[in-house]
């Protein structure tokens, strides 16, 4: 079956720029995480959904960071106002247990590359 | 100090070698830990998942966890150059976070 996939693969916004990155989960997984993962580090959490309800949003490192899943599938990490320091591999995983299973399915990846 | 500390290498084995990779931690809220791999340019894939303290065999993969020791390793025998990719540890506690390690990165050389 379908795997998780992210849209788009690559983005380069100048500093500034809104960007919005958007996430299509495995059908019917109920957890969809957002990870950020710098160059040559791990990836690290920024929030949490179980279905459209925002259990866990305190890996996003500003309020610039926001992100959505209004139907419980698709959701978006939207950037306002993008800063070179928000350059990385933006991952999202999605899980089909609500909690305490780590069988997590990640997708490809969005590289942001903040110019 | 990092909730989990891995060597980001790199490591070199040639093919056939028996590799092992480890992880520490210091949060005794860890309740499950993961091995990922991850190629160039894409998205994490799952190899191991453990909840308790013992090994785990999965093929040419064993997933080893000392909760008292704070302490994982992922083994793999008889490695292959497809093998060649960083290997990422994860834990999660109770509460759905998770945290990875900065991943170790492995060349099988034929």
């Known amino acids: 079956g379908a795997g998780v996939s992210q849209s788009p693969r690559y983005k380069v916004a100048k500093r500034g720029q809104d960007v919005a990155l958007r996430c299509d989960p495995i059908?019917?997984?109920?957890?969809l995480f957002w990870y950020q993962q710098a160059l040559g580090q791990g990836p690290e959490f920024l929030t949490y959904?179980?279905?459209?309800?925002?259990?866990?949003k305190s890996g996003l490192p500003s309020d610039r960071f926001f992100a959505e899943r209004p139907e419980g599938s698709v959701s978006t990490l939207k950037i306002q106002r993008t800063q070179q320091e928000d350059s990385a591999v933006y991952l999202c995983?999605?899980?089909?247990?609500?909690?305490?299973?780590?069988?997590?399915?990640f997708g490809p990846g969005t590289r942001l590359t903040v110019t | 100090q990092k909730e989990v500390e891995q060597d980001p290498g790199p490591l070199s084995v040639p093919e056939g070698a028996i590799v092992s990779l480890n992880c520490t931690y210091s949060?005794?809220?860890?309740?499950?830990f993961m091995w990922y791999r991850q190629y160039s340019r894409k998205g994490p894939e799952l190899l191991m998942y453990?909840?308790?303290?013992g090994n785990k065999e999965d093929g040419r993969f064993t997933a080893q966890v000392d909760k008292s020791s704070k302490y994982i390793s992922l083994f793999i025998r008889d490695s292959q150059p497809s093998d060649s990719a960083t290997y990422l540890c994860?834990?999660?506690?109770?509460?759905?976070?998770?945290?990875f390690g900065t991943g170790t990165s492995l060349t099988v050389i034929p």
């Open positions: 994860a834990m999660e506690n109770t509460g759905n976070q998770f945290y």
């Open positions: 995983a999605s899980s089909l247990a609500h909690t305490g299973d780590g069988e997590q399915y």
């Open positions: 949060n005794s809220a860890f309740q499950y």
């Open positions: 959904f179980q279905n459209e309800a925002q259990l866990d």
């Open positions: 059908s019917g997984h109920v957890s």
């Open positions: 453990t909840y308790s303290s």
